[in-house]
Nanobody, 121 residues
Framework: QVQLVESGGGLVQPGGSLRLSCVASGSIFKIWTQRWYRQAPGEQRD???????????NYAESVKGRFTISRDNAKNTVYLSMNHLKPEDTAVYYC???????????????WGQGTQVTVSS
């Protein structure tokens, strides 16, 4: 099996910055596309950023120019650097990845447990 664990959330003032990390562990042969989502209270879970194994990157309009996704394949880790944070960025942030299993070589989608980001003065 594969586990994804996020970290780096917390309370930050408007205009501040945070860097989220998501480490994958377990029976990993290859991590294909990695994504970040977020879910505000009472709202649906929304996609905000993705990075492919080949380095293609895309962002939702709501975070474009403020957030940066990156990955370290040697560490099985994806990052989300968040700058110029706004109160409307407050949400639980989830990482998501398509992971090829090292035993079966089947590819499945996995989710982390989420990390809370609160932007407030």
């Amino acid at each position: 099996q594969v586990q994804l664990v996020e970290s780096g959330g917390g309370l930050v003032q408007p205009g501040g910055s945070l860097r989220l990390s998501c480490v994958a562990s377990g029976s990993i042969f290859k991590i294909w596309t990695q994504r970040w989502y977020r879910q505000a209270p009472g709202e649906q879970r929304d996609w905000i950023a993705l990075i492919t194994d080949g380095g293609f990157i895309n962002y939702a309009e709501s975070v474009k120019g403020r957030f940066t996704i990156s990955r370290d394949n040697a560490k099985n880790t994806v990052y989300l650097s968040m700058n110029h944070l706004k109160p409307e960025d407050t949400a639980v942030y989830y990482c998501n990845a398509d992971v090829e299993n090292s035993v079966s070589h089947s590819t499945q989608e996995y989710w982390g447990q989420g990390t809370q980001v609160t932007v407030s003065s």
